[in-house]
């Protein structure tokens, strides 16, 4: 908070906690006990809280009247009127109060010149107080405040802020009323203006703010832009909390260079199932002159008896609309121009999964997707019968595609397996027996097989293989500390026989990447349509060093090396060089913390058999305090066009850093070393106060669906401005600095809990 002349703090008082909060006793186990907070202690059925009044002199007319003068007070329960002058009419059980005039109603305080109140039913009235309330901490003043019932109260021209600084608070809430119902957490303007650094920002007829964390329907926190492309862009979300399980909420926003567009978000959950709907539209996007939308659905049903249903549907306008239109804090650096539109039904009892759905894609390019329409696909598994595991997978689908010349027909897969696992204390093997079925029927062959093919043929491929490994333990001491170091070393064998599959059309089929998990899967290729022939060894040797106090894992080095015995023959494409489906290689990586707040990780595979690196990534955090992250990413991966291997050369810098008191910066940086151009950029900053925050970012990206030779880039400010107590949701701007920052920790907003005696008089 910055201080100004004149700013003087309100009074708060937290409550206390833990040891601290428990009652001393003053006279062994049964004597008295000395709280040292109020707490609330409810009154048993059929008993009546009892009246105390207090004053410098009383004057009573028995069962009739009481008049207090001098530092008066009256007290029932949680509820106190104090004043100079008091007079208490016990048959009406009123109370006038005149002078220096404190009511405490349910926790919230309020003062003023006089008073009149009737302390059972808590209905009353007080002439130009001032005010707070306990649920927020929220304060005013008003010409005059009604007390209805014990959860409402109506404030007639008043002034609502959660500030602090009661001389000057950043923001304030000015009506002509507001409805304070504490009873359904809602506060209420009407004919409000809101100020903030006494500027007006925003005046409505009606106005809805919460009076705790809880979810109320209201104004979310409006983002703001201005970018080379949409222009000055402003979005103005607005919040329906329908129910405790479903809600619902409508953005207007505003963009300068293209027009008025609307976004509606619904979201629901029930017992039994679960589902958001997401629509945005722009009825006439002045730059492309067309309409455009994006629908995005999805359902989920648990039927019962194992049975479920679910529904993914996603449909846009054209293939840019989602770099284009998306939110103005979002940060368009990766794209997809698939859109998944599928439904299905799924069983799940025991060794059995069963899954029969309709797929089907959205494309906007000459894409090698297939369409599922249908698929059927039936998952049996059992472990340990007799020492042994077996299933089997059967699958049959019918694929479909709009590109022109491809090949489309339908295909049955039964892939049953066997294995019998042995597993000891230190060490395990496993040999298994795998059997790989798939029989075609096309209706139709393109260009992407052999020519004079047959429409109908199958494909039987057998395969066998050995895992085994190790696991070896001693104790250790490094640099004066203890550790555990582990030495786990891994040995797995596959064969299978070359099978002939060129003629078999890829519906489903990639290459499986080269990495530590692929180095032990029997096939290299990701899908039934190939199944690659292999007479190969995988050997892989991990150490760790544990913590032997904590079990804090402090450091692992993996050192793994594939070898083919017999160069593998089965390629992806007919036109694909064998070089391409070699394993010989070697993957070396290390992970490790080299003391609080500081870890890094490198990982490196270079392929024997074409003697080139492949990948490398090398990176570290570094985290020394709150809200102080460094973060540092190379990644490199060569260019591979029978895998669809873009080349990546990228160097990735992003932190968080405070600069002054509540003031804290933000920063990423991804540059393309081979392009020599920055990818994607952002710089921004974020103020938090005592009741508001404000975060700004400048953001440079790249529009990945527009070419991937020469995509274009984008440039925009952004801004999101919070005021907490009256609306605190983060409406996308935080979002971004977490995705964008690993390790990126917010500002606290929480705050402790809130007693009805917190301003206890």
Same mark, same amino acid.
């Given at each position: ?42 009154? &048993? ?29 009256? &007290? ?84 609502? @802020? ?8 950043? %923001? ?30 925003? !005046? @409505?007829? %009606? ?17 703001? /832009?201005?970018?080379? $492309? ?27 260079? &293209? ?26 996007? !002045? ?29 846009? @306008? ?21 859109? #998944? ?27 090698? $997707? ?115 170091? $582990? ?13 002939? #599959? ?31 022939? *292999?007479?190969?060894?995988?050997? !892989? ?13 402090? *450091? ?20 694909? @060089? ?37 990948? !490398? ?38 932190? #968080? ?80 600095? &977490? ?8 500002? *606290? ?5 809130? /007693? ?6």
């Amino acid at each position: 908070m910055l201080w100004t002349s004149g700013c003087v703090p309100l009074a708060g008082h937290a409550q206390l906690s833990g040891a601290s909060a428990i009652a001393e006793s003053l006279d062994g186990v049964w004597g008295l006990r000395l709280a040292p907070q109020l707490s609330e202690q409810p009154v &048993r059925a059929g008993d009546k809280p009892a009246t105390a009044a207090i004053a410098d002199s009383v004057t009573t007319t028995t069962d009739t009247d009481v008049s207090l003068k001098g530092h008066a007070q009256l &007290r029932r329960y949680a509820s106190i009127v104090k004043g100079d002058t008091l007079h208490y009419d016990v048959g009406s059980d009123k109370v006038d109060a005149y002078g220096h005039v404190q009511l405490v109603d349910n926790g919230n305080v309020f003062a003023g010149p006089d008073a009149h109140f009737y302390v059972e039913a808590n209905e009353g009235y007080i002439s130009v107080p001032k005010y707070r309330f306990h649920l927020t901490g929220g304060w005013g003043s008003a010409q005059r405040v009604d007390v209805v019932d014990n959860e409402r109260t109506v404030v007639h021209r008043g002034t609502y @802020s959660t500030c602090q600084c009661e001389s000057a608070p950043a %923001w304030y809430l000015k009506a002509s009323e507001f409805d304070i119902d504490n009873g359904n957490d809602e506060g209420v303007a009407y004919n409000g203006v809101l100020f903030f650094q006494g500027v007006p920002l925003l !005046a @409505s007829r %009606w106005l809805s703010f919460p009076l705790s964390g809880a979810p109320r329907s209201g104004i979310l926190p409006p983002t703001f /832009s201005i970018g080379s $492309t949409n222009g000055v862009d402003v979005a103005l979300p607005y919040y329906f909390n329908l129910a405790p399980n479903y809600d619902l909420t409508l953005t207007p926003r505003i963009m300068s260079n &293209r027009g008025a567009m609307l976004t509606a978000d619904y979201r629901y959950l029930r017992p039994n199932d679960s589902g958001t709907i997401s629509v945005a539209w722009l009825p006439h996007d !002045a730059l492309t002159k067309t309409d455009r939308y994006s629908i995005a659905l999805k359902q989920n049903w648990n039927l019962g008896s194992g049975f479920g249903a679910y529904v993914n549907y996603n449909r846009v @306008s054209d293939s840019t609309v989602v770099t284009d239109l998306a939110s103005g804090v979002a940060f368009p650096t990766g794209s997809t121009t698939l859109y #998944q539109q599928e439904a299905g039904l799924t069983y799940s009892n025991g060794p059995w999964s069963v899954l029969a759905r309709e797929q089907r894609w959205q494309a906007f390019s000459s894409d090698s $997707t297939y369409n599922r329409e249908p698929q059927v696909n039936v998952h049996y598994a059992r472990y340990n019968v007799g020492g042994f595991d077996f299933g089997a997978e059967a699958d049959a689908t019918r694929f479909t595609i709009s590109t022109a010349d491809m090949t489309q027909g339908s295909r049955f897969v039964f892939n049953p397996y066997v294995a019998y696992p042995i597993e000891r204390p230190g060490w395990f093997i496993t040999p298994k027996l795998a059997w790989h079925f798939a029989a075609y029927d096309l209706t139709s062959i393109g260009t992407d097989v052999p020519s004079g093919e047959p429409k109908s043929f199958s494909v039987n491929v057998p395969t066998f293989s050995l895992d085994s490994g190790m696991r070896f333990e001693r104790s250790v001491r490094l640099f004066g500390q203890s550790y555990i170091q $582990t030495l786990e070393p891994r040995l797995f064998y596959v064969y299978t026989p070359y099978r002939n #599959q060129s003629y078999a059309p890829l519906f489903d089929t990639a290459t499986a990447d080269f990495g530590l998990a692929e180095l032990f899967m029997p096939n290299s290729f990701v899908g039934n349509d190939r199944v690659s022939d *292999a007479n190969r060894a995988t050997a !892989a040797l991990t150490t760790r060093f544990i913590d032997a106090a904590s079990g804090d894992e402090r *450091a692992r080095f993996v050192l793994a090396q594939q070898y083919d015995f017999t160069a593998p023959h089965v390629t992806l494409g007919t036109s694909d @060089s064998l070089a391409t489906v070699a394993r010989t290689g070697v993957i070396v990586g290390a992970s490790y913390k080299l003391g609080p707040g500081f870890s890094a990780e490198q990982a490196v595979e270079y392929s024997q058999a074409n003697h080139y690196l492949t990948h !490398a990534e090398a990176g570290f955090g570094w985290a020394p305090g709150v809200r102080q992250v460094l973060n540092v990413a190379y990644r490199y991966t060569r260019a591979n066009s029978t895998l669809d291997y873009q080349p990546v050369n990228q160097f990735i810098v992003s932190g #968080q850093w405070p600069l002054m008191r509540n003031v804290v910066s933000v920063a990423r940086v991804n540059y393309d070393m081979r392009a020599h151009r920055l990818i994607a950029g952002l710089l921004g900053l974020q103020y938090d106060a005592d009741c508001w925050s404000l975060g700004l970012a400048f953001e440079k990206y790249t529009n990945a669906t527009s070419s991937t030779t020469s995509p274009s880039t984008g440039a925009r400010v952004m801004m999101q401005l919070q005021l907490k107590g009256f609306s605190q949701v983060d409406n996308g701007l935080l979002n971004q600095f &977490r995705a964008n920052v690993p390790g990126y920790t917010p500002v *606290a907003t929480g705050s402790d809990p809130v /007693s009805r005696f917190s301003d206890y008089p």
